[in-house]
């Protein structure tokens, strides 16, 4: 039986050239295209259009083909293939055509567009602790730390990655996801902006509704955000409330290496502003906490009473606080997986995609 086309129930839009020799319908969308461009990129357009077409239609001259895909998804899919895909720098924005053309990219095996747009996320969502730090220093600018302007809401990139079995990027983005507020992180992510116009808006009263998680996934992000709280406690617990200095002190002669202990202790206090919440936007953040108290060893800015200065502890304490910290931010990115109930999942080295 042969089945007709009624074209006016399709919108035409981009990527409808008059030399095109092949249409295809997604949704209510067609797009004219041309089958070499398809088949030089994928073994399944190939395949696809290798099957005798009935010529007893054909829409504006040409064979057509329906896909069962999303219509923004498929013309992101034409930009890239067509004009190319680039990100010159990082951008939340470029998340929609991101995901689309990853998404399409393996269901036609076009592997340039899934190498590309896998790199990208793997920069985003890095599976190593250096590559954690760079994102986080693209992420602030002028001391203002913006992290959605660089990068998408963790909830679309942990959808993305459950669907795909992109699971080496799944401790990243939990862990982003963490640093929210409970309420916030119930809240879920606001709809990513169509691609395409659409054919009615919703009534100024009904909002589009935010994209949440499954329940098992926000009972996996309060159970790990809890258990990175708990870490920070206890590293502040055992490598500064009863800190000894080091052996090498210069200042043991003074007051039993005081200067030391005080240093300690005001580094402490402050660390314990970000487990009680009290830090402003990067609290439940111990990877950042506990670089910040690094840092501290640096500063001049504490004060004494009277003047700003800096902490007087000498450098042999100093060096062994500083690896102490290291060695800890090295154990908290391990440990990222098992907060959040990944254990099968490796960060660092080892991460690999899941086949």
């Known amino acids: ?210 994209i949440r998680l499954a329940h098992a996934d926000l009972h996996a992000t309060f159970v790990g955000r809890e258990a990175g709280q708990r870490f920070l406690a206890t590293f502040i617990d055992r490598e500064l409330a009863t800190r000894p200095i080091s052996a090498g002190c210069a200042n043991r002669a003074h007051g039993d290496g005081h200067h030391c202990r005080e240093s300690y202790y005001f580094i402490m206090l402050n660390l314990l502003r970000a487990v009680s919440g009290i830090a402003t936007g990067r609290d439940a953040d111990p990877l950042f906490s506990l670089a910040q108290a690094s840092e501290m060893l640096g500063r001049t800015d504490f004060s004494d009473g009277t003047r700003q200065c800096g902490l007087r502890i000498c450098g042999a304490c100093k060096e062994d606080f500083a690896g102490a910290v290291a060695s800890a931010r090295r154990e908290a990115w391990e440990m990222v997986p098992v907060w959040f109930g990944l254990r099968g999942v490796p960060v660092g080295p080892k991460a690999k995609r899941s086949k």
């Not at 949704?27 to 696809?48: T, W």
């Not at 013309?75 to 067509?82: G, I």
């Not at 669907?163 to 879920?188: C, Q, V, W």
């Open 1 to 210: 039986m042969t089945t007709y086309i009624n074209m006016r129930d399709y919108k035409t839009m981009d990527f409808w050239f008059t030399d095109g020799n092949i249409v295809l319908l997604a949704g209510d969308v067609a797009f004219k295209v041309h089958r070499g461009q398809l088949i030089r990129h994928s073994e399944i357009f190939r395949d696809m259009f290798s099957l005798p077409q009935p010529m007893d239609e054909t829409v504006d001259g040409c064979a057509w083909v329906v896909l069962h895909d999303d219509p923004s998804d498929f013309l992101h899919l034409l930009r890239a293939l067509y004009d190319g895909l680039y990100f010159p720098r990082p951008s939340s924005g470029d998340f929609c055509a991101l995901s689309a053309v990853l998404r399409l990219s393996y269901k036609y095996l076009i592997e340039h567009l899934q190498t590309r747009c896998l790199r990208r996320l793997e920069a985003d969502w890095p599976a190593a602790l250096p590559g954690w730090d760079c994102r986080e220093a693209q992420a602030t600018a002028d001391m203002r730390y913006s992290p959605r302007e660089h990068f998408p809401h963790p909830v679309h990139l942990i959808r993305l990655a459950q669907e795909l079995r992109l699971d080496h990027l799944l401790p990243a983005a939990y862990y982003d996801l963490s640093r929210y507020g409970p309420r916030k992180i119930a809240a879920g992510a606001s709809p990513l902006p169509p691609s395409l116009p659409v054919t009615s808006a919703p009534p100024p009263s009904a909002p589009p509704a935010n």
